[in-house]
């Protein structure tokens, strides 16, 4: 996948650069047209060559403001998955950002929260905060000017155009001398822990380079979106991370075509909390689109209450943050925190101890609490 969309890249960068979108949004409404064959806003010099293709017409200011939703998946059908946030999930996390004070999000591999932070900055004057997204998707680059999008690797720290987007990236970082910024990212869940925490480090790091000498202990706030049986990897790598509560969800975009495939995979994330067979997936034909927010799968037990099991590791002291009430969560004054409303404290473990939603019980054989 990597090779084949670093190619097309190169073969589209001229074509698909900011300057066709300025062109784009100048033209009125029946001329706005985007070509879905070769994911391309369209101009109307290039009619010619996508008189065959399928296109969508009358594209609103609105839609180029969402990229995310007018493009179709990879074509790539063996690797490409994409994982787009639930834009209920996505807000509260917006929501939450502006409440901790942040003003600068660095985007890893978020594209739905990059659009909607840019959406409530240009709709909300007191609003104070930017963003930048760096993603392997090159076919966002048509749609945001070069400060605030970078063809990014995060499996590799790759940056594809090479020193001067690595300069935006680190200039952005550095801002403020490095305060009021928080890193986002969302990986692949088929993807390893060790190269990811090797390249966050690396961003780090970057962040670091612009600390001064008195604050070189501080680190960089970081939300790392991804399952919760991934805790203890990402703790080993992270030991000051800690593990919310929050039940991320999210919409698959994905190259399937059994649905029956798609629900066995579900089963197996759902009854064996573990992320297994999305590469094996990935080899089935036509695109859907489920949304685990509403899917029949993420509920359970008598509340009905939907289930994730994709969670938010940080290093932010979980006290400040306020998971919202209406969803189901309370805040435990023994732990400190806010957890799921079925995640009771035992006073055995002194912790609020579950990790999927449900209520876990305590074994006294095995010292500890266990799943239902």
């Known amino acids: 996948m990597l090779v084949d969309a670093e190619v097309s890249h190169s073969a589209r960068r001229c074509s698909s650069a900011p300057p066709r979108y300025l062109k784009f949004i100048e033209l009125p409404l029946s001329q706005r047209k985007f070509c879905q064959r070769c994911q391309q806003l369209v101009l109307p010099d290039d009619g010619e060559k996508h008189r065959e293709h399928q296109i969508v017409g009358d594209v609103s200011i609105t839609q180029l403001k969402r990229p995310s939703q007018l493009l179709c998946p990879l074509e790539n059908k063996k690797t490409n998955a994409q994982y787009l946030f639930a834009d209920r999930s996505c807000l509260f996390l917006v929501d939450l950002l502006s409440t901790l004070g942040f003003r600068r999000v660095l985007c890893v591999g978020t594209p739905r929260l990059h659009e909607l932070i840019r959406l409530k900055a240009s709709g909300d004057e007191k609003s104070n905060i930017k963003s930048l997204l760096l993603d392997i998707d090159f076919r966002y680059s048509q749609f945001y000017m070069e400060d605030s999008f970078c063809h990014y690797n995060m499996f590799n720290h790759h940056f594809f155009d090479g020193k001067a987007a690595l300069e935006v990236c680190r200039t952005f970082l550095q801002e403020d001398k490095g305060e009021g910024v928080i890193m986002v990212t969302d990986p692949p869940f088929g993807g390893l822990v060790e190269p990811l925490a090797v390249t966050f480090k690396k961003l780090i790091a970057m962040w670091k380079e612009g600390q001064s000498q008195e604050n070189n202990r501080k680190e960089l706030p970081i939300f790392w979106i ?66 685990y927010d509403n899917h029949a799968l993420y509920k359970h037990g008598k509340t009905g209450r ?59 054989l095995c010292k500890k609490c266990v799943k239902p």
């Not at 035992?346 to 209520?359: A, L, V």
């Open 226 to 291: 991804f399952p919760y049986f991934f805790e203890s990897r990402i703790c080993q790598f992270f030991p000051s991370f800690c593990m919310l509560d929050y039940q991320y969800f999210i919409t698959l975009i994905s190259s399937m075509g059994e649905i029956f495939y798609l629900k066995m995979l579900l089963i197996i994330i759902h009854f064996h909390r573990r992320f297994i067979c999305v590469d094996e997936a990935m080899k089935y034909g036509c695109m859907l689109e489920v949304d």
């Open 306 to 364: 939907k289930q994730s099991p994709v969670r938010i590791f940080t290093n932010i002291p979980p006290n400040k943050i306020i998971l919202p009430i209406e969803e189901g969560y309370r805040f435990c004054s023994l732990c400190q925190r806010y957890v799921s409303r079925e995640n009771q404290h035992c006073e055995h473990c002194n912790s609020c101890t579950s990790k999927d939603g449900r209520k876990w019980n305590h074994c006294f």
